[in-house]
């Protein structure tokens, strides 16, 4: 490891962090007039230095919530603007950002942290695992058909730019946050995303849907029309919905608009059963699958103990070698979770226990891949419905 320190960023000093954060990612530094305009995005106190002693790494977090398996919420960071000047790489300066993070965290009682990473092979030394992931699909516009029995929906009304962006935050938090990993959305976050829509090349729109008792849900999108010859494409950016008339509801209304090939969404919950509204399912074509939330348990035995669980009881043994307070055996049970020195049925490290805490995967595919070792079938079969969740874990949100 190199000689550096880390420590938290005086204000004056975040724009420079947020121009390595940029650079580290190829991406230009930001205008003055851009810097301003982001000015109410920075959650005072939460950006990290790493000095030697010029300025050579940095990361930042921001408070949120998280909702659990159970419908419980807990406190979580938030963490994004991860970077390290690319004359200073790997010789620790990341190591030591993340430890000093989970300091921080811990210091402030905050049990768990979620990012979205640029690179696979990043996180997952430091704990982190892939809680959540995401497909983007894929609609032939012209061919798909609703099935008769699809709700008809409630009414939509349009809202141009200007009212989207002042009435995006009041549209997210009136909404219930229906899948376990889905994150409150802090007043730092909409800043960044104002900024995004106002510098789209076509028009954002958003479609609201209210049902008997109001807003249920909302798509905000834009369209780009094809020159001659070429597909005309309706790009979904954001859709969150209250249950399943608003969920089928909006789609209708997203099919009907004019002048569109075909519909695309990005990262959308993988159990989301898109493709179960048409007559013909296979108008819906899933492009790709990724990781999207990666979660790390900061306090392991509180974050257990902030779960449900169904079925019989299962011990598990973690193995935390980056915060090692962490490692030993926990008792999991429909009755909550506890340290234990009874004997281990599952052994999992850290990484991978994010990857089943929310219900994301199995412990029987994650004991195929060797990622979990178990004493034996039944003992997975166990894991399996203890930490089984009804829908799929969604962050939902872009950080
Ligand atoms: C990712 C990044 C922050 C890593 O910083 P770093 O200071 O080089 O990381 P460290 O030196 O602490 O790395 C610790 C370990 O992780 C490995 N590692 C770190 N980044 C890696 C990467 N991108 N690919 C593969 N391995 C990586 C290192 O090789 C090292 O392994 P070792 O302990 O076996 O030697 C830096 O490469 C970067 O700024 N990348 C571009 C911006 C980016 O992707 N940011 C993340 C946004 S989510």
């Not at 950006?47 to 807990?74: H, K, N, Q, W, Y």
């Not at 990724?290 to 019989?312: F, I, K, P």
């Not at 307070?325 to 994010?354: C, K, M």
């Amino acid at each position: 490891m190199s000689d550096f320190s880390v420590r938290l960023l005086r204000s004056d000093e975040e724009r420079a962090a947020t121009d390595l954060f940029r650079r580290a990612l190829h991406v230009k530094e930001m205008t003055d007039e851009e810097w301003s305009a982001i000015s109410g995005s920075r959650q005072p106190s939460r950006a990290l230095g790493a000095f030697d002693p010029e300025l050579i790494g940095t990361a930042r977090s921001f408070d949120s919530e998280v909702t659990l398996p159970g419908g419980g919420t807990t406190p979580l960071a938030a963490v994004s603007l991860v970077g390290v000047r690319g004359d200073r790489t790997r010789r620790g300066v990341l190591t030591g950002l993340m430890r000093a993070q989970f300091e921080d965290f811990a210091a402030r009682g905050v049990p768990a942290a979620m990012l979205h990473a640029s690179e696979g092979t990043i996180y997952g030394r430091f704990g982190y695992g892939i809680a959540a992931r995401a497909k983007s699909i894929e609609i032939d516009r012209h061919r798909a058909r609703f099935r008769p029995e699809v709700p008809v929906g409630g009414e939509i009304s349009l809202l141009d730019l200007e009212s989207t962006i002042e009435q995006w935050p009041s549209l997210f938090d009136a909404l219930p946050r229906i899948r376990p990993g889905m994150i409150a959305r802090s007043p730092y976050l909409w800043p960044g995303y104002e900024r995004e829509v106002r510098r789209a090349t076509t028009p954002v729109a958003t479609a609201v849907h209210r049902g008997p008792d109001g807003v249920d849900g909302y798509v905000t999108y834009t369209v780009e029309r094809a020159k001659f010859g070429a597909q005309s494409e309706l790009k979904i950016q954001s859709f969150h919905h209250a249950g399943s008339a608003a969920f089928a509801g909006l789609w209708r209304y997203l099919l009907s608009v004019d002048l569109v090939d075909r519909v695309t969404a990005e990262k959308r919950p993988l159990d989301e059963p898109i493709e179960l509204l048409f007559t013909d399912p296979r108008h819906v074509t899933v492009q790709n699958i990724q990781d999207e939330g990666w979660l790390r348990l900061v306090d392991v035995a509180t974050m257990l103990d902030a779960r449900t669980y169904r079925g019989e009881v299962v011990v598990i043994e973690v193995t935390d070698p980056f915060l090692e307070h962490n490692s030993g055996r926990y008792r999991l049970s429909g009755d909550g979770a506890a340290r234990t020195t009874e004997p281990a049925d599952l052994e999992v490290r850290a990484d991978t226990l994010s990857m089943l805490y929310l219900g994301g995967w199995r412990a029987s595919d994650l004991a195929a891949a060797g990622r979990v070792r178990a004493t034996g079938e039944a003992a997975l079969e166990r894991a399996d419905l203890l930490f089984g969740t009804r829908v799929n874990p969604w962050c939902g949100t872009f950080f």
